[in-house]
């Protein structure tokens, strides 16, 4: 599975920002697949996540409200809307995605593979 993030940048707070994450090498079979963050001298911290393979989602309470995960009909694009941006929003974002059996719950779930990574600077 390859994950590739790309529609990071630089916004003023309370603007918008969409992150997509292309992936190839997956399989029908359902995935967890979510949003990652983490700042210099962080853990990494859980945004969104979603099960593919029902569309159930969860957020981080941070984020609630804020952000949206979602992902396309053809099933090859994961995306990150978010809206009414922070400074603490501020983050190298990551999408990450893990095979059945998988959690979706973002504070638990646990991911083999992720992408590069795609910068989110709020200011």
């Known amino acids: 599975v390859q994950l590739v993030e790309s529609g990071g940048g630089s916004v003023q707070t309370g603007g918008s920002l969409k992150l997509s994450c292309t992936t190839s090498g997956t399989t029908d079979s359902g995935y967890c697949m979510a949003w990652f963050r983490q700042v210099p001298g962080a853990e990494r911290e859980g945004v969104a996540a979603i099960y593919t393979g029902g569309g159930s989602t969860d957020y981080a309470d941070s984020v609630k409200g804020r952000f949206t995960i979602s992902r396309d009909n053809a099933k090859t694009t994961l995306y990150l809307q978010m809206n009414n941006l922070k400074p603490e929003d501020t983050a190298m974002y990551y999408c990450?995605?893990?095979?059945?059996?998988?959690?979706?719950?973002?504070?638990?779930?646990?991911?083999?593979?992720w992408g590069q990574g795609t910068q989110v600077t709020v200011s």
């Open positions: 990450a995605a893990e095979e059945t059996p998988c959690s979706y719950d973002v504070a638990v779930g646990e991911y083999s593979f």
